[in-house]
């Protein structure tokens, strides 16, 4: 009944869900979901991943030319492995290097490569024998800060708190 | 005033304060009595298929034009806000991936929730009301048909099914106006905008939202049944009930709202 | 008499926030026949008849249906027991979101499982009953007058052929013609099943019409009770101030 008696918002109610699906299915055509398929898939080996997460890009002179599509640990060796699907159009020479690095103190951890200089390109499924991990920046600023090491790091972030006896009481 | 005078006065307030505690226990206990057998109502049989049919038709399909409407605007002003604010630290780029958070873990099932309160839960209480107002409940029952079977149980399934749907048309729609606004106004790239936010957004986004949209449009509709059922004294008793059945939805889903957040925060863990 | 009475209240207490609406109330009606209930506004007649529906449930007292007590009974039980009753509803009480003839056979189509066609067939043949034309059928309440709306709700009373019928104020509200139009259809109806049928109303004409007993309630109890002939001929106090219609007397202004 009610179907037929307000055909008008019958009608809108038909135009709000072709718009969702027609922007749902634009989306999807440029967004790459479906488009994934051409792409060949890298690895590379780092000590350190740091927040290097499922989605971050991978960019060859600042320009993205793939995406980080699985970080996994191997259990042997301790390392990271990190799965990179990759453009078609790039081929990497094998003897590239692979550097986490980030966008700034506030962007997330993306994959920097390096091309080298071989005359041999990277097969799908090959792997980046160079590589350089992420850098803890809040370490680095903390011994920039403070020369003296770690030791002294622990207590200045928590000061009294954790064992006042052996603090001076200079902030008396 | 006499010492004597002065005792008799004194339980009062205390005794208002009990009663009004004892008021608001009540209620909670009566919601919840009411909430268990609505539930018992629309996950046993009978089930009155026709009674559901039309419930998902009204609650859901005639829902769409203000929830679309809702979600394009808001993701529109989100767009630019967020822009606005992202420039303060050279941070404009991550505009998509923002407003496609904001958007499908909070704003669509939030703001397509409130919109139901308004639209559904008030006309739910209207209508019941309006039937216990008219005997129309007393008369089911006459007529061996219980009146939660029939009436309830339908319209909170329909709200559990029908706002997720909602949800995820208003999360789409959503996103489309922060797109519009980026790459009309703002000189974003279309498929860059689009690329950004399909590859930033975790399936977990998208479906804490789904699920908090359950979750409200059990709220909404129960608010609804619960407000209208209860209803008495007649026109105005059925105005009264309007107004708490939207009153109340809005304020369960904003508290039920932090509380899933706090949830899915801990369980993402 | 020693046949037991079809339904019978005993002892029927019914409060509202501390009055007493029924205090104590003993009544019965034997098997086929009708009883009316009159009396003036707020002395429970309303109550008395929802304690019976199991829609009012009484603080104290029994009520028996053949011997037995109904009162709180399961909703399964009581769903059972409805199958076996028809109630007229003072304004109707047609569901508004249905069709005249879905109102009919609501119970058909949603109790005992009737398919459509056989539903809507038995409709309209009690709609005929209550002489509304097939055409009414396909129509919705709020487009039919008054009457005619308490005419379908007659013919949903029916429409399951029930043992018990009653009629909450079956002619409030209408002018008298129409009002005469129902009475007459009520006994019919009632005739015509041979049901024991339970009305109240505070329309003497009324009572009259369609009741073969009259019993008077004042205060939660049964005041006066004989055949429907009688009722101007008492001398009961109370009864002759509510026939003849005067503000002094024993019953004070409720006002």
Known sequence: MALREQWAETAMGVVVLALAAGFLTYSLSVGGVGVKSGNYEISAKFGEAGSLAPGASVTVAGVKVGTVSQVTLEPKTYLAVAKLSMDPNVKLPTDSTAKITSDGLLGGAHIAIAPGGSLEDLKPGGEIDNTQGAVDIFGLIGSVIRPQGGDDDDKAAAPAATNPATQPAESY | ?269 | MTQTPKLAWKGVTKRFGGRAVLDGLDLSVAPGKSLVIIGGSGQGKSVTIKTALGLLRPEAGEIELDGKNIVGLSEGARRKLFSRIGVLFQGAALFDSLTIWENVAFRLLNADGVSRKVAKDRAIEALEQVRLAPSVADRYPSELSGGMQKRAGLARAVVAQPEILFFDEPTTGLDPITAAAINELISNQVRRLGSTAVSITHDLASAQTIGDEIAMLHDGKIIWRGPAAELHTTDNPYVRQFVEGRAEGPISHAV
């Open chain 2, 1 to 269: 005033m006499t010492a004597q005078a002065a005792r008799k006065a004194a339980p009062n307030p205390i005794r208002a304060l009990g009663r009004s505690t004892l008021a608001a226990i009540s209620t909670v206990g009566g919601v919840g009595v009411f909430a268990v057998r609505g539930v018992a109502a629309a996950l046993s049989p009978p089930w009155f298929f026709g009674q559901l049919w039309r419930q998902i038709v009204a609650i859901g399909f005639f829902s769409l034009p203000v929830v679309g409407l809702t979600a394009v605007f808001t993701g529109a002003a989100l767009a630019l806000n967020i822009f606005t604010g992202g420039g303060r630290f050279n941070a404009e780029q991550v505009m998509p991936q923002i407003v496609a958070l904001g958007i499908t873990r909070e704003l669509g099932p939030v703001l397509a929730a409130l919109m139901l309160a308004g639209r559904v839960s008030a006309a739910i209480a209207a209508e019941i009301g309006a039937m216990r107002a008219t005997e129309q409940i007393d008369a089911m029952r006459t007529l061996s048909t219980d009146p939660f079977r029939y009436l309830v149980g339908p319209r909170l399934l329909a709200g559990v099914l029908m706002l997720p749907i909602l949800t995820a048309v208003a999360d789409t729609i959503g996103v489309a106006g922060g797109w519009l606004v980026a790459t009309r106004v703002l000189d974003f790239s279309p498929t860059v905008y689009i690329r950004n936010t399909i590859s930033f957004l975790e399936s977990w986004d998208i479906i804490s939202g789904l699920i908090k949209a359950g979750v409200f449009g059990f709220i909404v509709t129960l608010m609804g049944c619960y407000h209208g059922y209860n209803a008495s004294g007649g026109a105005r008793g059925v105005g009264r009930a309007t107004t708490h059945a939207v009153v109340s939805s809005a304020i369960l889903i904003f508290a039920s709202d932090y509380l899933l957040t706090t949830f899915f925060t801990h369980a993402a863990k």
